[in-house]
T-cell receptor
Framework: DSGVTQTPKHLITATGQRVTLRCSPR?????VYWYQQSLDQGLQFLIQ???????AKGNILERFSAQQFPDLHSELNLSSLELGDSALYFC?????????????FGSGTRLTVV | GENVEQHPSTLSVQEGDSAVIKCTYS??????FPWYKQELGKRPQLIID?????GEKKDQRIAVTLNKTAKHFSLHITETQPEDSAVYFC????????????FGAGTRLFVKA
């Protein structure tokens, strides 16, 4: 157990639907990052939050949004889902923002859009 | 834009041999270079990292080298074992100007027993 908790582990939904992925960072970590990993692909950075505020944005679609709550857990909302959104979504956390801190990844949420 | 290139995409070695994975980054402001190992179906895990003020770092059978001038960094695994088989990702990050970590595309390492 890495200390980063992601729920649910698996999610199957239909095209056009909306889902919410949840992440609780490791205790003491203030930064949360979301990554998308498609089959046999690399890690695509979506978005970062630090202590409740958005700090960096990557290739996140307009249909996707995220937030970090006062208790530091984060949610990634995916709407108007398409088949191509099927992927493994990882959340990671680190103690602070800025460089010099490795990430602790959660086990991921596998999203299948049918 | 910011980019991290990683080579090779696939690497197959015999057990006991060494494996080397190379990465090149584009942003000269990058100052932290972690490496992650992802076993099949599992989460990426940090295995070693290096900061820009250090040229080399070693941890048992793994080592990382950094050439800031050439903007290259490499992962070296010696005496490879079957359990080293996994996908390895390099990454580069900077702490200013919109922090984010850029990952390489990954190297799939096969260690044949």
């Amino acid at each position: 157990d890495s200390g980063v908790t992601q729920t649910p582990k698996h999610l199957i939904t239909a095209t056009g639907q909306r889902v919410t992925l949840r992440c609780s960072p490791r205790s003491g970590d203030l930064s949360v990052y979301w990554y998308q990993q498609s089959l046999d692909q690399g890690l695509q950075f979506l978005i970062q939050y630090y202590n409740g505020e958005e700090r960096a944005k990557g290739n996140i679609l307009e249909r996707f949004s995220a937030q970090q709550f006062p208790d530091l857990h984060s949610e990634l909302n995916l709407s108007s889902l398409e088949l191509g959104d099927s992927a493994l979504y990882f959340c990671a956390s680190s103690p602070r923002t800025g460089s010099g801190y490795g990430y602790t990844f959660g086990s991921g949420t596998r999203l299948t859009v049918v | 834009g910011e980019n991290v290139e990683q080579h090779p995409s696939t690497l197959s070695v015999q057990e006991g041999d060494s494996a080397v994975i190379k990465c090149t980054y584009s942003d000269s402001a990058s100052n932290y270079f972690p490496w992650y190992k992802q076993e099949l179906g599992k989460r990426p895990q940090l295995i070693i990292d290096i900061r820009s003020n250090v040229g080399e770092k070693k941890d048992q059978r793994i080592a990382v080298t950094l050439n800031k001038t050439a903007k290259h960094f490499s992962l070296h695994i010696t005496e490879t074992q079957p359990e080293d088989s996994a996908v390895y990702f390099c990454a580069a990050s900077k702490g200013t100007g919109g922090f984010k970590t850029i990952f390489g595309a990954g190297t799939r390492l096969f260690v044949k027993a």
